[in-house]
């Protein structure tokens, strides 16, 4: 009972805030709404009981990439005018492409809709397991994938400090 | 010196004078308080002698001052704030003489530069110490320094004010 | 077993009575949501003494260090000026900025309050007075703490003014990089815990904290913790967000009322919650100071109140911080930056590298010595 109303309450948050982040005029206003939409998200995980979910969620999205987002907005150039809307072909294009999106999304979920019974049976899991999965080299275990997203974020690293070096 | 040996250096000498600083302010923490507690403290309140706060022009045990009225501490006020009033007497061998009437001096004016009393040629006013010249009207900053009745001194006394003060 | 001899001063005894009256006399639904209004209640209205209490100790250690008395004439001692300050800034008015964004900068000082507020909640301000206790407590502390930073961006932003807009941006640099370490520190002491629940993280600190248990490593990491965890609240050496002489005040300068007051407690608080933290994770949080095998010294020290003795161990970290800032002058924007990423994370680094070699290898305390600790 009280879990459904905070669910529904957290999916309206989710729902409004998205078509204003979308909507709104401003980029910044635009990314405080997309902090919502996130923060929100991270609740519903919370209400699920994946703690570590939502722990990441906020310390990753809310407290990180959205930091590093107000930060570049607040380094561009008049972060508080109205963006102007755009030619008529470049929203029809925009809108065709949100709808291949909504499509995708709408296809994975409707195809896995039946199976999320099977995958939820595990109630929380702990870091210990987290970690031990993460770093290991067994069946069902991302040693290889986490070591490849290392690389792949060093390359980044060493490509941020040479377009900062200015030579 | 190497930069690897430098960096370590400077981490160490820099932890070390943090100490230091660290140390300095917890025996700062225990000295003395220096605040002076105003109203509670009148009683023992030291005051520098030195501390320009009031015009005064003394008057012996006879209500004499010194003043001659000769104005020249208004001549030389940077302000304008003393205003020496004189009158012309008769005196008793029919000379006549000018004498002081009035002395105004407006505290309100006053930056204490002290020039008044270095010019004074015959060291009839002095600044005093004391400071709590606080009133509600802006009226009362205008003051009258010779007493009332009060006369010039004859000659050949002490001055009532030591030289070199 | 010594803390489970009776300690009629425990606050959990009061809440569990309550508990159970609740429980036998209404429905498990009624007696939940009674619970966790009270807890609101209470986690809210400790948040503001807490704040009060600290201001005034602030003020009068301040002038301690200054060779003056501090706040004197309200009350005795100078102990409702805190409380009078108080008044002042709820009756002050909220000034309404020309050409600001309104909606974000009303909405800021509440991102300050509210990320200050969920990190307060997850405290265990003694036994049994626990309000959040997550198997993820570090993290969730550290994820909670960063909401924080975007009120004070949003605040530098939305003022309309370059001198909030420089402040808030130097804050934002400032608290992402010393995020990084203070996350560093904890995690040290993470692998030597094992755990990163807080109440097992304090149960598993009985005889020995985590201080002594890592020895060179955790004293390493119970150092930069504090100095980043100092770092990150904007004060002491650290307060270039809010360098008078040169941006007024930083962020906050168009703020005004209860509005500021927000960013004034979420400031005061967060040194609370920095000191507290630091306490939990190094000093044994709410535990007593007990001797493997000194069974009566053990009983008088439990007798003393959990909660005592955690806020006696807050207080003296909260001194030392207030000691810190009224030593060291104010450090320039490159030395804060240099402090960071030359030295506070390369040591960081190899520290935690030090730390999982010492738990792995058997040497802490606890491994070296198995009967004494």
């Given at each position: 009972m009280a879990q459904q109303i905070i669910f529904f309450v957290l999916a309206a948050i989710i729902a409004i805030f998205s078509i204003l982040a979308v909507t709104a005029k401003q980029i910044i206003r635009s990314a405080t709404y997309l902090l919502f939409v996130l923060l929100a998200t991270a609740g519903l995980y919370l209400l699920l009981g994946y703690n570590y979910l939502f722990a990441v969620q906020i310390a990753v999205y809310a407290g990180g990439v959205m930091v590093l987002f107000i930060f570049a907005i607040l380094l561009t150039n008049r972060p508080g005018e109205n963006v102007k809307t755009e030619l008529p072909v470049r929203r029809v294009a925009a809108g065709l492409t949100a709808l291949a999106g909504l499509a995708f999304c709408g296809h994975i979920i409707y195809w896995n809709i039946k199976r999320v019974g099977d995958l939820v049976a595990q109630s929380d899991i702990t870091p210990q397991q987290l970690g031990h999965s993460m770093l290991g080299t067994d069946k069902y275990q991302y040693l290889l994938p986490f070591e490849t997203i290392s690389i792949l974020l060093l390359a980044c690293i060493v490509g941020a400090i040479m377009i900062a070096r200015k030579r | 010196m190497s930069s690897v040996s430098q960096y370590f250096s400077g981490l160490f000498t820099g932890i070390k004078s943090l100490m230091l600083g660290m140390s300095v302010t917890w025996k700062e923490l225990w000295t003395k308080k220096v605040t002076q507690q105003y109203p509670e403290n009148r009683g023992t309140l030291v005051i520098s002698?030195?501390?320009?706060a009031e015009l005064t022009m003394p008057h012996d045990e006879n209500n004499e001052h010194a003043c001659t009225a000769c104005g020249i501490c208004q001549m030389n006020c940077p302000n304008g704030t003393i205003t020496v009033n004189s009158k012309m007497i008769e005196t008793e061998d029919g000379k006549k003489k000018k004498i002081l009437d009035t002395y105004q001096w407006d505290l309100g004016m006053c930056t204490f530069c002290n020039l008044c009393v270095l010019t004074c040629p015959s060291d009839a006013i002095k600044f005093e110490n004391t400071f709590e010249n606080a009133v509600f009207t802006r009226s009362k900053l205008m003051q009258q320094l010779n007493h009332e009745g009060s006369k010039l001194r004859e000659k050949?006394?002490?001055?009532l004010i030591p030289k070199g003060e | 077993m010594v803390l489970n001899y009776s300690q009629p001063l425990e606050i959990s005894n009061l809440t569990s009575w309550l508990d159970s009256t609740l429980r036998g006399n209404l429905s498990e639904f009624w007696a939940l949501l009674i619970e966790f209004v009270l807890v609101a209640v209470v986690l809210l209205t400790a948040y503001a003494v807490i704040a009060l209490i600290l201001i005034y100790a602030e003020r009068k250690i301040t002038a301690f260090f200054q060779a003056r008395y501090g706040p004197n004439r309200v009350g005795k001692w100078g102990l409702l000026q805190s409380v009078a300050d108080m008044v002042k800034i709820l009756l002050k008015e909220i000034v309404r900025i020309n050409r600001s964004d309104r909606f974000l900068f009303f909405a800021a000082p509440f991102f300050m309050i509210i990320a200050s507020m969920l990190t307060f909640g997850a405290i265990a301000f003694g036994k049994g007075l626990h309000a959040i206790d997550f198997n993820i407590g570090v993290l969730y502390v550290t994820a909670v703490s960063s909401l924080g930073i975007i009120g004070v961006l949003l605040a530098g932003w939305s003022s309309n003014n370059k001198y909030s807009m420089i402040g808030a941006m130097r804050s934002g640099a400032q608290f992402v990089s010393y995020e990084l370490s203070a996350g560093f520190a904890l995690m040290t002491i993470v692998v030597l815990a094992g755990t990163m629940q807080f109440s097992t993280m304090i149960e598993g600190q009985r005889y020995c904290w985590n201080i002594f248990n890592g020895h060179i490593s955790s004293i390493i990491a119970f150092v930069i913790y504090l100095i980043s965890g100092h770092a990150e609240t904007n004060r002491?050496?650290?307060?270039l967000p809010e360098a008078e002489s040169e941006l007024t005040a930083g962020y906050h300068t168009e703020y005004s009322g209860l509005q500021f007051g927000f960013y004034y407690l979420a400031e005061y608080l967060n040194m609370f919650i920095i000191a507290s933290i630091a306490t939990t994770v190094f000093l044994g949080g709410y535990m007593p100071i007990q001797v493997h095998g000194w069974d009566g010294f053990n009983q008088i020290m439990a007798y003393i109140p959990t909660y005592v003795w955690f806020f006696g161990k807050t207080a003296v970290l909260i001194f030392l911080s207030l000691w810190v800032r009224w030593s060291f002058p104010r450090l320039r924007i490159d030395q804060l930056l240099n402090l960071e990423w030359k030295y506070l994370l390369p040591i960081n680094l190899v520290n935690l590298l030090l730390m999982v070699i010492l738990v792995l290898t058997g040497f802490t305390l606890t491994g070296l010595f198995p009967g004494l600790f």
């Open positions: - | 002698d030195r501390f320009r050949k006394k002490e001055p | 002491g050496p650290f307060d």
